[in-house]
């Protein structure tokens, strides 16, 4: 029985989904080698569960108990020695990837499965570096994860039916809804999403359309909530840029190859939100408009 949960990471992910566990019931341990982003990922679960207090989703009482229920840690080795499941939320980098899960099979007891939130990378993979091949597996949540259903469950080759099965289940403990698939590059969400959010990228790269037409088409043409280029800065163009690579070296397809100004944005620094700055100004991050390099 999984009782006791670490999260790796404690950015936009891996703080949302420490906050979902906490809010079950589970022990969670949120792990991050950075005691400032273990603080800014607090800072975010407590002001989330304010807003759910607010609007009346959970009492005061509630928010109290799952914050009661998270504590952080610096040292992986420690975070990872009484675990029944660890969810791995790093940034999308394969070797750092590789690293954290040669740590946690190291360091976590044998019974404990370990879990990644990767968007795009091969979960086989990332199980040839453990010992414990049939207890990993994908468990790729959606951002922002106390909101989202979405668990898309990922089996390495190796994954056993008894670990697909535990991690299916505790999903729907969860208030989620898993959907279970095969480990190929992008999986199933992003192998759609991201080719779709590349051909926007394109698109406006040839000048067919400015980015707030582009965007308006597909919210009132295609009924999406919200557009392929809002979503891309919401989602991160460097984390855009990183699946699409994987998905282009993984099928050597070229139809997979990032748009030309997707690499250069990602060069200038220009990812999105999180930078201030990507298709739209965040400025005023309640009020975005389109960056001037669009106008």
Not at 75 to 103: H, P, S
Not at 285 to 291: E, L, Y
């Amino acid at each position: 029985m999984i009782k006791n949960v670490t999260v790796i990471g404690a950015g936009t992910m891996g703080n949302g989904i420490a906050h979902v566990f906490a809010m079950h019931n589970y022990n969670v341990t949120l792990c991050d080698v950075s005691s400032a982003a273990l603080d800014r990922g607090m800072k975010t679960i407590d002001g989330n569960l304010d807003r759910m207090v607010n609007k009346g989703s959970i009492s005061a009482e509630q928010k109290a108990q799952t914050l009661a229920h998270i504590q952080t840690q610096t040292v992986l080795a420690d975070a990872a020695k009484t675990a029944d499941l660890i969810v791995e939320a790093a940034t999308e980098n394969v070797d750092l990837k590789l690293q954290i899960f040669k740590a946690m099979d190291e360091a976590a007891p044998a019974h404990c499965i370990l879990a990644s939130n990767t968007s795009s990378i091969s979960i086989t993979k990332i199980a040839s570096v453990t010992s414990r091949p049939e207890l990993v597996i994908g468990m790729h949540f959606m951002n922002p994860v106390p909101v989202m259903k979405l668990v898309e469950v990922i089996r390495g080759y190796a994954t056993s039916d008894d670990t697909t099965e535990t991690i299916m289940a505790l999903s729907v403990g969860l208030d989620k809804i898993p959907v279970e698939v095969n480990d190929y590059p992008g999986f199933v969400a992003n192998r759609i999403l991201m080719p779709m959010i590349n051909e926007s990228i394109q698109t406006l790269f040839e000048g067919v359309a400015g980015v707030h037409e582009i965007d308006q088409v597909m919210k009132l043409g295609m009924a999406h909530p919200m557009g392929p280029l809002t979503l891309a800065d919401f989602i991160g163009l460097d984390v855009c840029l990183s699946i699409l690579r994987v998905m282009q070296d993984g099928f050597g397809n070229p139809k997979y190859a990032p748009c030309p100004l997707l690499v250069n944005m990602v060069q200038a620094g220009k990812l999105g939100r999180k930078s201030g700055e990507g298709f739209y100004s965040y400025q005023d991050p309640k009020n975005p408009i389109v960056s001037n390099s669009f106008q």
